[in-house]
């Protein structure tokens, strides 16, 4: 599972770390019935669900069928929370923040956009909660997911959860790969932007490579040898696959961080720092 993570850095500085060409204004027009939107967005290291995100978009379909390569070429902004074309409600978003990379092909939600709609979600970390069981002090057990442990609240409820950063060991963005989608709100006027939401999901795996001690999931994360394949409109189920099973663990590193990040109230910098004696203690956590 991936439920939060951190991005500090601005759209010129994604630009640089993706080489596309230099990002649009976010204040210049567009129209949101065919091209998602770019909001300038603030460093935001606690980001949750429902909270808007950058993306890197590939080569159009239309210019990739004219022969230009496949790769990274613009960034826009979309919610966080998968909305399909066919929900009656964007709330189902919040049920859609992660696609597993195992059924992601199948289910209805998320086959289209796999097929048509790749994306990547740059990340300077994200986050993972280990828990610590109240009724076996000392000892931990891997956090999980309610998709996959049927005894997922009465764990959670019976544990302390203390969270861990993973990121790029020389600093490098996280690329998670994403899908995404429009959605019509029958409920604005079509000439309303607003009519338009544009919205992703993560997309995540079986963890491996000592992560699954900290979360049984994580999200795929996109290699730069892999970055074109993921975002050629082109590529083929197979070529899918195996870009989502290429996320490179051997490069990350994990640090246990602060206390604080379990409460989405807290921001900044300081929720990626070790805990230390003064940490915010627990909140309640989207997990």
């Not at 092909?105 to 740059?122: G, Q």
Request: proline share 11%; charged share 25%.
């Amino acid at each position: 599972m991936c439920g939060r993570f951190a991005r500090a850095r601005n759209a010129h500085e994604l630009q640089l770390a993706f080489d596309f060409a230099e990002a649009p204004d976010p204040s210049g027009p567009s129209d949101p019935r065919s091209r998602p939107p770019l909001e300038e967005l603030q460093p935001d290291y606690n980001i949750s669900p429902g909270k808007h995100v950058y993306a890197v978009l590939g080569t159009p379909p239309n210019e990739a069928a004219q022969g230009v390569p496949p790769g990274p070429r613009s960034l826009a902004s979309f919610r966080w929370g998968l909305v399909p074309s066919w929900a009656k409600d964007a709330n189902v978003g919040f049920k859609m923040i992660n696609a597993r990379s195992e059924t992601v092909a199948d289910k209805p939600a998320f086959r289209s956009a796999l097929a048509r709609r790749r994306c990547l979600l740059p990340a300077d970390a994200y986050y993972e909660w280990q828990l610590l069981p109240d009724a076996a002090p000392g000892t931990f057990e891997p956090g999980t997911s309610p998709a996959t442990d049927p005894g997922h609240k009465r764990r959670k409820s019976s544990s302390k959860k203390r969270p861990f950063s993973v990121a790029y060991a020389d600093g490098e963005p996280l690329a998670l790969a994403g899908l995404f989608e429009r959605w019509r709100d029958p409920e604005v006027p079509e000439e309303d932007p607003a009519a338009w939401v544009w919205s992703c999901t993560v997309v995540t795996t079986q963890a491996a490579g000592g992560l699954e001690e900290v979360h049984e999931r994580m999200p795929v994360v996109v290699p730069r040898r892999e970055w074109a394949s993921w975002l050629d409109p082109a590529a083929g189920l197979a070529d899918v696959q195996r870009v989502m099973a290429s996320t490179p663990v051997a490069d990350f590193t994990v640090r246990e961080v602060s206390t604080a990040v379990n409460s989405i109230k807290n921001n900044g910098p300081e929720l990626l720092e070790p805990p230390s004696s003064d940490a915010a203690g627990e909140e309640e956590t989207l997990f």
